[in-house]
Structure formats: C-alpha cells, structure tokens
C-alpha cells in the first residue's frame, strides 16, 4: 500500500457476495407469511434477551451451554428454498441450520462473527431493505464496508467477510424479515 489514501478503500470486504431480486415478489410474501406465523422467540444469549424473534431449525447454539444443540427439523416450506441457496453456493453446499428473524421498528443486532462451527452464511432479507455493515481494526482503526441489503436479495459471507470482519444491522425503518442459512465448518477432530 502506497500512501494514505490507499489506507481504507470502500472495498467489498473478500468473500461477500450478493445477488439482488434472488426471489420474486410473490415469493417473498408468501415467506413472510410463513416466517411471521412460526412461534417466534425473543433471541437468547446466556441470561440476555435480544430485541429481535427468532426460530432455529436444523441445530441451534445453545449460549448458556456454548455448543449447538439439535433443533426443530428444518420444514417442508423452505426446501425449494434451500435447493436454490445450495445451487447458488456451489456443489458441495449443504445447508445445515436454518435461522428466520423478525426485526420490529427499531430493532437491530449488534456487532458480531457468527459461531465458528458453522462455515458459509446466507442471508435472505424480506419486507425492507437494511444497511448491512461490516467492520474490521485495522492498526488502530476500523475499517468499515456497508452493503445496502435490498428485500428479496440474497448475501453470501465465506473468508475474509466470515471469518475476520464483524457485522451488525443499525435499527431498522420498516419491519423486516431474514431467513439466514448456514453450513457447517469442517470438523477439527
Ligand atoms: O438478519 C440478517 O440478515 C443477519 C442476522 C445475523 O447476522 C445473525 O443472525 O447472525
Ligand atoms: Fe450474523
């Protein structure tokens, strides 16, 4: 790197992908039917409660237990869902763990990786768009990329953009839905 403009580019942190209009219309609100109507929780951390509602299927992480746990099967609704998340990942993608989120006015997350057991991230978002930022520190500073997540898009994390940046979502204007899929991270032992 040459010089101090060179320090922080607006680049894509490595391994983000996104792909607009990855479902139609109609789709999307059939989905939010389906997702508002599933028994929604507060999102558990150890003795914390999140603002945002949440259902896991396939596994979950346990935050008081720190380590994942088998959750509700994964429902017959989101299989045509899942087949196009795969295809889109690539061979080999199989997805393991479903997570589907509402987010009331004003709610966001906050800064975070998602657990290492789990390898790449995708992320449909339905009902409004959000600002999905990411951060990583450099040096002394962080360095900051913000990708303007339309509904009906589709975002990949794998790399760099997993594994090393952190993410958050500032509260959101409208209510919006996610339906987030994960695949498992290759096992150590
Ligand atoms: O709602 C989203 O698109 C992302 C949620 C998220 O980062 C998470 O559940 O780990
Ligand atoms: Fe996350």
Known sequence: MTGQLALFPEDRPGGLQYAAEFISP?????????VSALPLQPFQFG???????????????????????????????????????EAY????????????????VGVGIGWHRDKPHFDR???????????FRFRREVGEK???????????????MSGESRRIWEHSIPAVEAPRYS???RTMADRKS
Do not use: N
């Open 179 to 181: 339906i987030t899929f």
């Open 89 to 104: 990942g690539g061979p080999s993608t199989q997805i393991a763990q479903v997570l589907c989120t509402e987010y009331e």
């Open 142 to 156: 962080w360095q900051r990329y913000t990708l303007k997540t339309a509904p009906r898009s589709l975002y990949m």
């Open 26 to 34: 109609v789709l999307e609100h059939e989905l939010i039917g389906q």
């Open 121 to 131: 991230i995708f992320g449909l978002s339905l009902g409004s768009p959000c600002k």
């Open 47 to 85: 003795a914390f409660e999140g603002k945002r509602r949440v259902a896991s299927f396939g596994l979950r992480y346990d935050y008081t237990l720190q380590r994942l746990r088998p959750a509700e099967p994964i429902p017959r609704w989101l299989d045509p869902l899942i087949e196009k998340v």
